[in-house]
């Protein structure tokens, strides 16, 4: 009996020691694995080398014609970056627009010399602001719709993110030719609109 009694306590106490090193192997095993990311993370770069990333990244709804891409660009490096050209697969033709006052009217045109992200800084894309244009749109982008892009910059570094289709009034805008190789935003100047 004397055996048994020390036996009896010694199981519990191994079983007790499994559990609390197999709790702590499938807790680190939990953290090192990937997470989704909350609503409103910055998405994920291409490369681990990429300086650039982009948070709530979107697109407006459309069933033809054109539309524009939106979200925040964060630059993670001590230095500026400079965003030159985008593609993706729902448009042959991505240029990267601004919007200006011309003849008392707002414009998009080309952002010359592209979006520049200044060091550890961020470069806002909202509607009547700078923004990534999509001409001659391949397919319709309905609410919810995830919309691949690949931004490059003037490292030749690339930036590859996911837009998620969301409706949004705006000023609706036209998109029609206008002055200086621009395209007329419609209505009366009004900055607001996007």
């Given at each position: 009996m004397?055996?048994?009694?020390?036996?009896?306590?010694?199981?519990p106490?191994?079983a007790?020691?499994a559990v609390?090193?197999?709790?702590?192997?499938?807790q680190?095993?939990?953290?090192?694995a990937?997470?989704?990311?909350?609503?409103?993370a910055v998405a994920?770069a291409?490369?681990?080398?990429?300086a650039?990333?982009i948070?709530?990244?979107?697109?407006?709804t459309?069933g033809?014609?054109?539309?524009a891409?939106?979200?925040?660009?964060?630059?993670?490096t001590?230095?500026e970056v400079t965003?030159?050209?985008?593609?993706s697969?729902?448009?042959?033709?991505?240029?990267?627009?601004e919007?200006?006052?011309s003849?008392?009217?707002?414009?998009?045109?080309?952002k010359?010399?592209?979006?520049?992200?200044p060091?550890?800084g961020?470069?806002?894309?909202?509607?009547?602001?700078?923004?990534i244009?999509?001409?001659d749109?391949?397919g319709?982008?309905?609410?919810?719709?995830?919309i691949?892009?690949?931004?490059t910059?003037?490292?030749?570094?690339?930036?590859?993110f996911?837009?998620?289709?969301?409706?949004?009034?705006?000023?609706?805008?036209?998109?029609?030719?206008?002055?200086e190789?621009?395209?007329d935003m419609?209505?009366s100047g009004?900055k607001d609109k996007?």
């Amino acid at each position: 009996m004397f055996f048994s009694l020390p036996r009896f306590r010694a199981l519990p106490a191994l079983a007790l020691t499994a559990v609390l090193v197999s709790g702590c192997a499938a807790q680190g095993t939990t953290s090192a694995a990937p997470s989704t990311p909350p609503s409103g993370a910055v998405a994920p770069a291409a490369s681990p080398t990429s300086a650039l990333a982009i948070t709530d990244p979107w697109v407006k709804t459309t069933g033809e014609g054109m539309t524009a891409a939106f979200g925040t660009l964060v630059n993670n490096t001590g230095t500026e970056v400079t965003v030159v050209s985008g593609v993706s697969p729902l448009s042959p033709r991505i240029e990267l627009h601004e919007v200006v006052e011309s003849g008392g009217k707002m414009i998009m045109r080309p952002k010359k010399g592209g979006f520049v992200i200044p060091a550890r800084g961020t470069h806002e894309l909202a509607p009547g602001g700078d923004h990534i244009m999509l001409m001659d749109v391949t397919g319709k982008v309905e609410p919810g719709a995830e919309i691949p892009f690949t931004l490059t910059l003037a490292d030749g570094g690339t930036l590859e993110f996911t837009a998620i289709g969301k409706e949004f009034a705006g000023g609706k805008e036209d998109y029609q030719g206008g002055d200086e190789g621009g395209m007329d935003m419609g209505g009366s100047g009004d900055k607001d609109k996007g």
